[in-house]
């Protein structure tokens, strides 16, 4: 993934993940992109408008925190994310990355229930992530090494935690949320080499999370928010080879969590009540890059994810795994010497998980498009688009569970320079 690409990325949407920094066992396609970044530096900065409309009567949220359910209506999202990645030497690069994002909640009180329409906000910066990446003995052995400097907000309340229910929702695809996740950090190896024509790459890390997980304790259908993390470590297995005039990459990961302890009302001071171990989570990613004449670029992807059930006090809880399947297509199209047209379509199938009826862990059948433009302009890259989804929410639960449609649009503008 190029970087004015992983800009675009994280203006766009929020990928599955509660790693940091995971160092999976990227594939030599991925390693090879960061060669535009040896010898020089880059800088991305992008700003996206989001907006989500419920149809219906509203998606109709459970109360939390002796709070009445709510019928989300719509959200509104303004975000610029910035990048930026600095060489040292040779074989390091050293990449930054964070956010300022303001989101909007509204919602109707619960069906039967008068009152007034209402609004709850979200604001502020993201964490800053850090990497250094080093690649050793002719990109035989590449180091990642990452830390989370904890910028964000790890204090919430009852309005803010509102908001935040319903954005971190991986059914929706938003941006990341403006909070933090206290300090963390990971470390991790990818080893590469030749096997029978495939480029094979295998990785192993190591993170250590932070005090304040909210989000992954959101899409895991957690008991609680207020938990001491434990630690993850990935394992991948990463093969690339061209076909013919085509080149196929497949990445397969897996991680493991150790236990995570849930806290009483006083948070970290307090006695641990009860303690949860997420099950592993299996992820598997294939992309097939076509060599199509007389375009810059035409690539088939998809990515699957499974996360098994967790553990409550080490017993398995029901309705706590689900499946996670997204895929698509993205092609550039020249226009001209210096400018590409973009059109990308995907789609996407959650299962989400039965733990709760919540946002945050329904299921999805969705789809959406990209349409937009990639202007070389000496040492910038401007790249306007416009985006369109759409799709059912389908809670997972007993019986015949509400499902709810939604429209989302958004349109963003990332700039890169090369310094």
């Known amino acids: 993934m190029t970087f004015s690409r992983t800009v675009l990325h994280r203006a766009r949407s929020m990928r599955r993940s509660v790693a940091l920094f995971p160092a999976v066992a990227l594939t030599p396609a991925l390693l090879s992109a960061q060669d535009r970044l040896i010898g020089t530096g880059a800088l991305g900065v992008g700003a996206t408008v989001d907006a989500i409309s419920f149809g219906g ?26 990048s930026v990645a600095l060489p040292i030497g040779t074989a390091w690069t050293v990449d930054l990355q964070s956010a300022f994002a303001y989101q909007r909640l509204t919602f109707d009180p619960k ?16 964490d800053v992530r850090v990497r250094a990446t080093g690649r050793l003995w002719n990109d035989a052995l590449t180091l990642t090494a990452g830390f989370n400097a904890p910028t964000g907000k790890t204090e919430l309340t009852s309005s803010n935690l509102t908001v935040l229910r319903a954005a971190a929702a991986p059914a929706l695809g938003l941006g990341t949320p403006p909070v933090g996740a206290g ?43 207020d938990f001491q993390p434990g630690a993850v470590v990935r394992g991948s297995l990463g093969l690339d080879r061209l076909v013919g005039n085509h080149r196929l990459s497949v990445t397969g990961a897996v991680d493991v969590y150790s236990d995570d302890e849930l806290r ?18 299996y992820t598997t990613d294939v992309q097939l890059q076509l060599a199509a ?53 995907d789609g996407r199938w959650h299962t989400g998980l039965a733990i709760n009826q919540g946002l945050a862990t329904s299921g999805v059948i969705s789809g959406g498009g990209t349409i937009g433009l990639i202007t070389q302009a000496g040492a910038f890259s401007i790249q306007p688009y416009i985006r369109g989804q ?27 320079t090369r310094f």
């Not at 389908?394 to 503008?413: D, E, I, N």
């Open 264 to 281: 009483g009302p006083l948070g970290a001071s307090a006695a641990p009540i009860s303690t949860v171990r997420l099950g592993p989570i």
């Open 293 to 345: 004449p007389r375009l810059r670029e035409f690539v088939l992807w998809g990515s699957n994810r499974f996360r098994t059930r967790y553990q409550l006090d080490g017993v398995e809880r029901a309705g706590t795994s689900g499946n996670y399947l997204d895929g698509g297509v993205r092609t550039r199209i020249p226009l001209s010497g210096g400018t590409d047209l973009l059109l990308t379509g």
């Open 57 to 82: 009567v509203g998606f109709q949220q459970p109360g939390a925190a002796g709070r009445d359910s709510i019928r989300l209506r719509s959200i509104q999202q303004f975000s610029v994310p910035v």
């Open 390 to 416: 759409g799709g059912q929410l389908r809670p997972r639960v007993s019986g015949t569970a509400p499902r709810t449609s939604f429209v989302g649009g958004s349109a963003g503008l990332v700039i890169v």
């Open 111 to 126: 069906l039967g229930t008068a009152g007034p329409r209402q609004t709850s906000t979200l604001y502020g910066p993201t």
């Open 183 to 225: 300090p963390s950090g990971t470390m991790g190896a990818v080893v590469a080499t030749q096997v029978l024509g495939w480029a094979v790459a295998l990785g192993g890390s190591y993170e250590y999370r932070g005090t304040y997980q909210p989000i992954a304790a959101l899409a895991a259908g957690s008991p609680s928010l």
